[in-house]
């Protein structure tokens, strides 16, 4: 498959997160409006070993697609080989890390690391790119620190090594995920390359998806931390970018059905009670904002079954109405 045919006009992209990204959670985000959905990162060496972690978090729902699943590592043969892996499994393209900022990664000289080397980050994109037949598209960071600020340079060598498109977390490396992003790289990216370029980075608000592609003429923008606990982002993007009005936050009915869609996603791909435990960290987001939201929370976090959960949710939203807290 073509890039270009899963690319469409002014996209909005969940963006890949260790721990958050599962499959539940990317079809939850795509219901909600997301156009193209990524995995977390996943270890090439985990892949090629076969573990059995890999294998899952290379599994991809119909509903979700196009997905992408997001590769890293060092070793060029190693990234290689799980390519491979990774497009045998069905993903819809093939993403390569070069941001992660954390120590046991870039440590092991992966990740954002290869921003130190542009050479070995075309390589190795231009490898993977020729070992498979679907796209592979890149995600980086401006450089590693504000004196090495490396973009403009490595983004077309990306380009022709055969990258399809390029996300770029408008941070540097020594930044982590602090401090300010910087968008005004991006179309200064863009004279550089003819690929979509996407722009990521600090995008929590409708109003921020719009600012971003009207003040930088990005191609995409990627949504991370936003879509935690609110994937209704996505939806009020995009009709806030058709109509220019600003949707209303959604309702607490709304939230909860989303919020029970989630659990039961969670229950049928992680199975019971793994799918009940992981989802846990998720109740918090969801009810963020009611009213003595804090009680139900406390029980949901020990209820034991998805009927349970339900019930708890649904005795919560008519004390919502009694209270007229709706
Ligand atoms: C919990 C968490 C996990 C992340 N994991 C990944 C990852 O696996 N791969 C990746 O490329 N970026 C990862 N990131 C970075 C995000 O994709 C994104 O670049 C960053 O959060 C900035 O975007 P935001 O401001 O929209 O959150 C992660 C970020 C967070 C908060």
């Not at 509903?63 to 070793?75: L, N, S, V």
């Not at 982590?176 to 690929?195: A, F, L, Q, S, T």
């Not at 930088?216 to 058709?242: E, H, W």
């Amino acid at each position: 498959m073509e890039f270009d045919k899963i690319f469409i006009n002014n996209a909005l992209l969940l963006a890949p997160m260790e721990d958050v990204t599962d499959l539940p959670f990317r079809v939850i985000c795509k219901r909600q409006g997301a156009d193209i959905v990524y995995s977390e990162f996943i270890a090439s060496e985990g892949i090629v070993r076969d573990s059995a972690r890999s294998k899952q978090k290379m599994e991809i729902a119909e509903e979700e697609r196009p997905c992408a699943i997001q590769i890293f590592g060092h070793d060029v043969e190693n990234m290689v080989k799980s390519a491979k892996v990774v497009e045998d499994s069905g993903a819809d393209f093939i993403d390569i890390n070069y941001g992660c900022w954390v120590k046991k990664v870039v440590t092991r000289n992966a990740g954002a690391a290869l921003l130190k080397d542009p050479d070995k980050m075309a390589e190795m994109t231009r490898r993977v790119a020729e070992s498979v037949d679907i796209p592979v598209t890149v995600k980086t960071r401006l450089g590693w620190s504000k004196d090495e600020i490396v973009i403009l340079k490595v983004a077309p060598m990306l380009e022709q090594a055969g990258a399809k498109a390029l996300a770029v977390h408008c941070r540097t490396r020594d930044q982590g995920m602090k401090g300010p992003v910087d968008w005004n790289w991006i179309p200064r990216i863009k004279e550089v390359v003819g690929i979509p370029v996407i722009l990521n980075g600090d995008v929590i608000t409708p109003e921020d998806t719009k600012r971003a592609f009207e003040a930088t003429g990005c191609d995409a923008v990627m949504i991370g931390r936003g879509a935690i606990g609110n994937p209704f982002l996505f939806k009020r993007s995009k009709l806030y970018l058709q109509s220019g009005e600003l949707p209303p936050e959604p309702s607490a009915e709304e939230r909860i059905n989303v919020c029970l869609g989630h659990l039961e996603l969670s229950l049928k791909y992680k199975g019971f009670p793994r799918g009940l435990y992981e989802f846990r960290k998720h109740y918090g987001g969801y009810l963020k904002g009611l009213f003595n939201a804090s009680s139900v929370r406390q029980k949901l976090v020990v209820a034991g079954s998805f009927e349970e959960c339900s019930r708890l949710l649904q005795d919560y939203l008519e004390y919502l109405v009694k209270e007229d807290r709706i």
